[in-house]
């Protein structure tokens, strides 16, 4: 589903279960590998082993596949894609209708209609044409060519295709996190691929602590290089770049994965990087790479316009140097 990634500063995450210390909680450790990338869970959950939470989790993870994956064919996302079925079930539904919300914020940067488009640039596990038709393609993206009737996904046109890997992993990670409460617990970090969702504290008993990466092209470490650390008791984080997933075509120009669904063309600007925390990580997810798609000086205006917005940009300068700039809702939650 998406490849955007943050890195977590985690103070402690060695033993699968340790012992509890000054009287707080037990905390449960769960590492592997979930949607195809990364799996990170800490939680102090109760009557249930690490290995029937993990069995758990693989169940979750299957779920979520056969429902919004765009890379298995058989999932019901490719299956309404291929026009087989019109009937969605509750997470298509609930994507669908956030990315609206959300596509309603952006003057049409956010669209999840663009998969036609994607896939023409060699993104989403596809072959790049050599000369996509852009033109063409654009007369079946839009967010108002689509809509739910009841349980029924109705397309203005049959070749209209959805592409939630701007949010289908954030809205799992939220189920998730709704899983380890049902186990218990109470103070908890979930992270799929680098994007969190946490609440309550860690094992010191202080906010978990977060690191975004530094996005210089083709930063592949597994969190070596940081820009900041974020200090977050509740809510979801993620962060959206391009930075990761790009390549230069025949001509050397930069084509980047975000792409603008108004022009069909890669979005490159001076924001490297985006750092949204909100209540959910499925709308910190929508919500980065809405802002990345706008660009650096539309995103600055988007946040003015959204008071209470937790964002945190970083841009290119001069030379080699990064800018920064934090919205004032997310100061309080960046670590000096």
């Known amino acids: 589903m998406g490849n955007k990634r943050v890195r977590g500063a985690w103070a402690v995450v060695a033993a699968v279960v340790l012992a509890s210390c000054a009287g707080r909680p037990d905390y449960t450790t769960v590492d592997g590998v979930m949607l195809g990338t990364t799996l990170h869970i800490v939680a102090d959950v109760r009557d249930a082993s690490a290995q029937e939470l993990y069995a758990a989790v693989m169940d979750l993870d299957r779920e979520a596949k056969a429902s919004m994956s765009i890379f298995d064919e058989n999932s019901l996302l490719s299956r309404l894609n291929r026009n087989q079925t019109d009937t969605v079930d509750r997470h298509i539904a609930f994507n669908l209708r956030l990315a609206d919300s959300i596509g309603a914020l952006s003057d049409g940067r956010y669209d999840v209609t663009v998969k036609p488009l994607v896939e023409a640039w060699g993104f989403a596990g596809k072959e790049a044409q050599a000369h996509p038709n852009i033109d063409s393609i654009l007369t079946f993206v839009g967010r108002e060519k689509v809509h739910i009737e009841g349980n029924r996904l109705v397309k203005a046109d049959p070749r209209v295709q959805l592409d939630f ?10 189920l998730l996190a709704a899983l380890v409460e049902r186990f218990g617990a109470e103070n908890y970090i979930v992270d799929i691929g680098g994007e969190v969702r946490c609440r309550g504290v860690n094992r010191q008993g202080n906010p978990w602590r977060i690191g975004v990466e530094t996005p210089f092209d083709g930063n592949m470490s597994d969190g070596e290089y940081l820009q900041r650390r ?15 997933r790009f390549y230069l075509d025949a001509d ?5 994965h975000t792409i603008d669904p108004r022009t069909g063309h890669s979005v490159v600007s001076r924001l490297l990087s985006v750092t949204v925390v909100a209540p959910t990580c499925a709308e910190a997810d929508a919500l980065g790479t809405m802002f990345l798609a706008m660009g650096a000086d539309d995103a600055r205006a988007a946040v003015d316009r959204m008071p209470g917005v937790k964002v945190y940009f ?17 100061k309080p939650l960046i670590l000096e």
């Open 165 to 174: 890997n701007s949010v289908a992993k954030g809205y799992t990670v939220d």
């Open 230 to 244: 974020i200090s977050l008791s509740e809510g979801g984080l993620a962060t959206s770049g391009n930075y990761r």
């Open 252 to 256: 050397g120009n930069k084509v980047a």
């Open 314 to 330: 970083i841009l290119a300068g001069e030379g080699d140097a990064y800018e920064e700039y934090v919205s004032p809702a997310m």
